[in-house]
C-alpha cells in the first residue's frame, strides 16, 4: 500500500484528509507517496506557532538559539545518509544530493556560528547612537527584536532539504517559528528531515510546523507580524504576493524566483588560458548538476564574437562526457528531471525557443540513459541553443526552460556583454570569466544592478571557488526583478528580515537602561574596589573608574619616539612645523593611548584575564607639551563567552569606553578595549 505523508501540526503528526495527490519516483515513474493537506486549521497553525513557539523563542537569547541550531545540524548531520538513500529517488546523483542535504546542513552550522556576532541577550542594539541636542542629553538609537509572528516558508520542488533548512535556520536565530511548506513533488524529502527535527527534541514545542500538500488557504491567516518567504517560479511569486492578505496586512514578502542567469567569457580568456578551461568547466556544471534544475543554473552563455565557435566546441566535448540515468547506477554523472511533466515543460520551452535559436548540442528525442528507461523516468539530454543575434532574438532573455539547457550567443565589446547580461530584466546571479581587472570592474559595476550576486573567476580563486550556482549562507541570495526582488541569507542581514527594527528616543542613561550598553553622557557608577578586581558578573554597566592626572612632557614625547621607533616629524621636529596645523611638538596619540592604559590598569592580579583588543580609537585633539590628562574607564558593554569544554575557564569579554581628557576637559582621545574576564561561578 503506498504510503501517505503526514503534515506536522499543534505538536502531532496528522494525515490530511481528502484527495491524495502521488508523488512518483523520477526514475522509474513508480508511485512512491501521496500527500494532502486537507482539513489543516491554518488559523489555529499560525496560533499555535505565534503562542508556543514564538514565545518560547523569544526569551532565549541569540547565543541559546544558535547552539539550539548547531545541536540540531550535528543531529541531523549523523542521519544524513538516510537522507541520501531517498533522495536517489528525485533523479539526483550523489553529487546532486551533496549539495540538498549537505548543504543544507551546513547552513545550520554556519547560522549557529553567527551567533557570535549577536549579544547573548534576545535582542540586538544597532548601528550607533545619534546626538539628537548639543548638550548631549537627549539622542536616538536602533534595536532590533524578533516580531511576534510566524515565518511561512513556500518552497520549490529542486531543494527540498536545502530550501528548508536555509531558511529556517536563519528564522531560529532572530527568534521566529516557522511553517514550512514544501513543493508536493518532492515534500517526501522534507518530511524525513522534519521527521528526524521532531524526534530530537531539540526545537521548543511549536517551533516547527509541516505542510505536505497543496497548502491552499495556508496565507488566509497571515498577520503584519507574520514573514512569509517564497521560492519558485516567477508567476507564481506574483500571485501570492498579490494575495489580498499579504497586501491588507502589509505582510513581509520575500520572492526568490527562477532566473534567465548568465556567465560571460572575457575577451582575454582565449583558449589556452585558465580563464577559457574554467569557463567551459563551470557551464557544463552548471547545466547539468541536479539536471539544470536549480534557479542559480547558467540559462545563457555570453561570449565574444571572435571565440563563438571555440566556445561551442569546447562545451560540446564537455557535455559529451556527462553520462544520463539513473542515480544508483554506476558511472552515471546526471541523473532525472524531477518527474515527467517537467520533461514535458522544458520541452515545449526548448521548442520555443528553438523557433529562431537552434538547437546546436543534444537532441529533444534521443537520450541514451543507463540502467533507465527515458519512456518512464523523467531522463533529458542536455541541450545547448545558439542565438547569433541576441539583441534580436529576445525569447532568449524571456523564456526560461527549467532543466539541463542554456543557449549560447555572441558580443563585441563588454558594453555588449554587459548589455546582454541586464536583458534578462533582473536575476540571482552572473559569473564573468577574466583575469584582467579593468575588464571585471567595467563589468560588475555596469551588471551589479541587474544581478544579486556576480562570480569573477580566474586562476587566483580556481582551487577554492565555491562556484557559479553556489548561495551561501553568509552572501546574500537574491535578485532583482524578475529574480523576485528579494534578498535572504546574508549573515546578520537575512537575520534582519525577521526582526523588527525601532529607533528610540531618551536621554543617555535611558538608553543605556534600554539598550544595557553604556552611552556618552549617561548617569555613571563609581565604587570603591578597581573595576579589575571585579568578576565578570559583578561588573556593571556604567560602572567608572576616574584616574589620576599627568602632565605630558617632552620628554614623553622623545621617549615614546625612541621606544616605537616612531620619529614622524610633528613629534620630533620642532622646526618643520611651519604651514601644518601644529603649534608646537604633538605627543603621539598611541603614546596618549598607552598612557591611558597605564594610568587606568590595575597591575595587581585578579579576574581579568587578558586585554582581548582594541575595537576603535580616535584621536580628537593635539596633546603639547604641558597638557594635563586624565581617564575615565567606564564598562560599557558585557558580552559572555561560551566555554569551549568543561577545563574551559568559565569567562566573558568587556567592552570598556577610555575616555581621555585634558585639564578643560575636553575628550583629547576615546577607543574602546576589550578584556577578557574571569567569572566567579565557575560551572
Known amino acids: 500500500m503506498t504510503p501517505a505523508l503526514e503534515n506536522y501540526a499543534l ?141 511561512v516558508h513556500i518552497n520549490a520542488y529542486n531543494f527540498p532539504i536545502w530550501g528548508m533548512l536555509e531558511k529556517i535556520a536563519v528564522n531560529l536565530l532572530a527568534g521566529m517559528p516557522a511553517i514550512v511548506k514544501p513543493a508536493v513533488p518532492t515534500a517526501y524529502l522534507t518530511e524525513a528531515v522534519v521527521r528526524e527535527i521532531i524526534a530530537s527534541k531539540i526545537l521548543p514545542e511549536g517551533a516547527l510546523q509541516l505542510v505536505c500538500g497543496s497548502g491552499q488557504g495556508i496565507l488566509d491567516h497571515v498577520t503584519y507580524q507574520d514573514v512569509v518567504t517564497f521560492t519558485g517560479s516567477a508567476e507564481t511569486g506574483r500571485k501570492l504576493k498579490a494575495h489580498p492578505r499579504i497586501l491588507a496586512e502589509a ?36 547545466m547539468t548538476a541536479k539536471a539544470g534544475q536549480k534557479c542559480t543554473a547558467i540559462r545563457r552563455i555570453i561570449v565574444p564574437a571572435t571565440l563563438l565557435e571555440d566556445v561551442q566546441i569546447a562545451l560540446g566535448k564537455a557535455l559529451a562526457q556527462t553520462t544520463v540515468g539513473h542515480p544508483l547506477a554506476e558511472g552515471v554523472r546526471m541523473g532525472a528531471l524531477a518527474g515527467m511533466a517537467q520533461v514535458q515543460k522544458v520541452r515545449q ?83 564573468v570569466a577574466t583575469a584582467d581587472p579593468r575588464t571585471a570592474q567595467e563589468f560588475v559595476l555596469g551588471a551589479a544592478t541587474h544581478h544579486g550576486r556576480i562570480l569573477v573567476l580566474n586562476q587566483e580563486v580556481a582551487k577554492e571557488s565555491t562556484g557559479h550556482g553556489s548561495p551561501l549562507p553568509l552572501l546574500i541570495h537574491g535578485g532583482p526583478g524578475r529574480a523576485g526582488g528579494g534578498q535572504e541569507m546574508g549573515g546578520m542581514r537575512g537575520v534582519e528580515h525577521f526582526m523588527q527594527r525601532v529607533a528610540i528616543q531618551g536621554s543617555p542613561s535611558m538608553i543605556t537602561a534600554i539598550t544595557e550598553v553604556y552611552q556618552q553622557n549617561a548617569r555613571q557608577i563609581e565604587k570603591d574596589k578597581h573595576p579589575f578586581q571585579h568578576y565578570f558578573e559583578e561588573l556593571e554597566i556604567g560602572e567608572t573608574y576616574v584616574t589620576h592626572k599627568h602632565t605630558v612632557t617632552e620628554a614623553d614625547i622623545s621617549n615614546f619616539a625612541n621606544v616605537s621607533g616612531d620619529n614622524f616629524y610633528a613629534h620630533v621636529d620642532a622646526t618643520s612645523l611651519e604651514g601644518t596645523l601644529f603649534t608646537g611638538r604633538v605627543a603621539h596619540g598611541y603614546y596618549i593611548l598607552s598612557k591611558a592604559a597605564g594610568m587606568f590598569v590595575d597591575p595587581r592580579k585578579g579576574p581579568v584575564l587578558l586585554n582581548y583588543g ?70
Not at 354 to 368: E, F, H, S
Not at 375 to 389: E, Q, R, T, Y
Request: charged share 25%.
Open 11 to 151: 505538536g502531532r503528526w496528522v494525515a490530511g484528509t481528502g484527495q491524495q495527490q502521488e508523488l512518483y519516483d523520477a526514475s522509474t515513474g513508480d508511485v512512491i507517496a501521496t500527500a494532502s493537506s486537507d482539513g489543516l486549521d491554518y488559523a489555529e497553525m499560525m496560533h499555535y506557532a505565534r503562542t508556543k513557539g514564538n514565545k518560547a523563542l523569544r526569551k532565549m537569547t541569540f547565543h541559546e538559539r544558535g547552539r539550539m541550531i548547531k545541536a540540531l545540524a550535528l543531529h541531523l548531520d549523523s542521519k544524513k545518509e538516510d537522507f541520501y538513500t531517498l533522495s536517489y529517488r528525485s533523479g539526483a546523483t550523489r553529487a546532486d544530493s551533496w549539495i540538498d542535504i549537505e548543504g543544507g546542513i551546513g547552513n545550520l552550522f554556519a547560522n549557529a556560528s553567527l551567533r557570535r556576532k549577536f549579544p547573548d541577550k534576545p535582542f540586538y542594539v544597532d548601528g550607533d547612537p545619534i546626538a539628537l541636542s548639543k548638550g548631549g542629553n537627549f539622542i536616538g538609537h536602533h534595536i532590533m527584536v524578533p516580531k511576534e509572528g510566524v515565518a
Open 251 to 286: 505582510v513581509p514578502f520575500n520572492m526568490e524566483a527562477d532566473s534567465l542567469n548568465s556567465a560571460v567569457l572575457g575577451p582575454d580568456a582565449v583558449p589556452g588560458t585558465v580563464e577559457f578551461d574554467l569557463f567551459i568547466k563551470e557551464v557544463r556544471k552548471e
Open 349 to 431: 520551452q526548448v521548442l520555443q525557443l528553438a523557433k529562431n535559436t537552434p538547437i546546436v548540442y543534444g537532441d529533444l528525442d534521443n537520450v541514451q540513459v543507463i540502467g533507465g528507461d527515458c519512456k518512464v523516468g523523467a531522463f533529458m539530454s542536455p541541450i545547448v541553443l545558439l542565438n547569433s543575434d541576441p539583441f534580436r532574438f529576445t525569447d532568449t532573455h524571456e523564456v526560461e526552460a527549467f532543466g539541463p539547457v542554456a543557449t549560447l550567443m555572441p558580443y563585441h565589446d563588454v558594453d555588449e556583454a554587459v548589455a546582454l547580461a541586464n536583458l534578462g530584466k533582473g536575476s540571482l546571479v552572473c559569473s
Open 614 to 683: 582594541l575595537e576603535e580609537c580616535r584621536f580628537t585633539k593635539p596633546v603639547y607639551p604641558g597638557t594635563t590628562i586624565g581617564v575615565k574607564l567606564t564598562v560599557k558593554e558585557k558580552v559572555d563567552q561560551e566555554k569551549r569544554d568543561e577545563t574551559d575557564v568559565a569567562k566573558g569579554i568587556v567592552r570598556w569606553l577610555v575616555d581621555v581628557t585634558d585639564e578643560t576637559g575636553e575628550t583629547v582621545a576615546i577607543a574602546t578595549i576589550l578584556t577578557m574576564v574571569k567569572k566567579k561561578n565557575q560551572a
